[in-house]
């Protein structure tokens, strides 16, 4: 590890708080600081971690530059965002403030200190029209950027374009991650984002859920990747920083660890031996999607990397977190 100083924005977030964590476990010699303004209900349960593993916590708001001017690093991995794609109907200037004007006061941040920068960008780069066009293919780093992809998509997208002019005008090292949809314990999920972890906690608690749009059938088809298995292609690109840096990548569970929501009762069902209600909404969701499964052959053949955890296991995994920590997560989960 060359990095003596890793800044991690989001750090109190479901990501960024686990691979803070990981890190500090695999090297104890490097200062880790994590920054967040705790807004998403459940995160300041992160905060105890944190502390428990040694890892330098300050609260700060990245759409604010004073609250970066003081901070060092030598390596900035930007997990920071408002994650909602439904954010961008409900408070657009909320969410551009967040995953734009956030995203380059971090660039500036990487430009002053002469950081290398790790970007977690989304799948939801990609058109909409064209991926409800092809469902249920797996989608590549070539899939189309034209069309509409939500304000949310939009926003990503734009950071990662000014995250490329900031590499070649600065000289800055940059490796942008398309990640999919993400899982695992520490996911505090809600309606508009964690689907995996807010379906799981329904059967769990007896709520009630519903296949939205589509019909109504939960068709609806997404891969998942284990917090864990993000980890480790991130450590890889963190240890051969100038092998993968300006480039893009998917990064994603792939086709083995994806399921419709049909198919994801029936494991939750399975898993916590409860049976709830699900209602059918045929109408669509603004900006919803069909199908997104990750095609991760780019960096599976650069880094001979692979998810190693199953969708199976992630879901036990997450499972048993909800169990261990039952009586504080059903107001926060439910």
Partial sequence: MKYKNILIT???GFVGSNLAISLKQKYPQTKITCLDNLSRRGSELNLTRLKQNKIVFNYGDIRQPEDLNFLTADLIIDC????????GITNPYFLINNNLIGTINCLELARIRKSDF???SSSRVYSIKELNRQK??????????GRVRSLYGTTKLAAELIIQEYADSFNLKAI???????????????VDQGVLTLWLAAHYFKKELAYIGFGGRGKQVRDFLHIQD?????DIQINHFYQYSGEIYNIGGGIKNSTSLVNLTKICQKITGNKIKIKSIKKNRPNDVISYITDISKIKKQAHWSPQISLEKTIEDTYNWIKENESVLKNILC
């Fill in 10 to 12: 989001g750090g109190a």
């Fill in 80 to 87: 920071s965002a408002e994650p909602s794609v439904l954010a």
């Fill in 118 to 120: 790790i970007f977690l």
């Fill in 136 to 145: 249920f293919k797996a989608v590549a780093e070539n899939f189309p950027l």
């Fill in 176 to 190: 942008i991650n398309r990640c999919g949809c993400l899982a695992g314990p520490w996911q505090f999920g809600k």
């Fill in 230 to 234: 993000l980890f480790e292609i991130l």
